[in-house]
């Protein structure tokens, strides 16, 4: 599977946007989908997932009550709705996907390691 990633920008402290991850070549809904992002000298770092069965979501603490992911099936889309954007939030933001076998192996939702399929990444940058 195909990973583009859009919506990344520049938006000041407090703004919106909403990233968009676009899969090709297979239902992104037979997978879990995760957002990571990484910030300069920094390492990447869970966001949000959700899972392909029962959609089930997660998020890290860093972004709780302010990020929302969402799927679309019908156009094969992971969404993630960032509100409340403070600074700490500039980072490259990947789009991620982690097979049902990776799962069923043991990797955890919050761990790249698990995730098998990867987007180049899009540039969320929130300024003060």
């Known amino acids: 599977v195909q990973l583009v990633e859009s919506g990344g920008g520049l938006v000041q402290v407090g703004g919106s946007l909403r990233l968009s991850c676009a899969a090709s070549?297979?239902?992104?809904?037979?997978?879990?989908a995760g957002w990571f992002r990484q910030a300069p000298g920094k390492e990447r770092e869970f966001v949000s997932a959700?899972?392909?069965?029962?959609?089930?979501?997660f998020y890290g603490n860093s972004v709780k009550g302010r990020f929302t992911i969402s799927r679309d099936n019908t156009k094969n889309m992971v969404h993630l709705q960032m509100n409340s954007l403070e600074s700490e939030d500039t980072a490259v933001y990947y789009c991620?996907?982690?097979?049902?076998?990776?799962?069923?192996?043991?990797?955890?939702?919050?761990?790249?390691?698990?995730?098998?399929?990867w987007g180049q990444g899009t540039q969320v940058t929130v300024s003060s």
């Open positions: 991620a996907a982690q097979t049902a076998a990776s799962s069923y192996s043991g990797n955890s939702v919050y761990d790249a390691v698990g995730y098998e399929y």
């Open positions: 959700i899972t392909w069965a029962r959609d089930s979501t």
């Open positions: 070549g297979r239902a992104l809904s037979d997978f879990t």
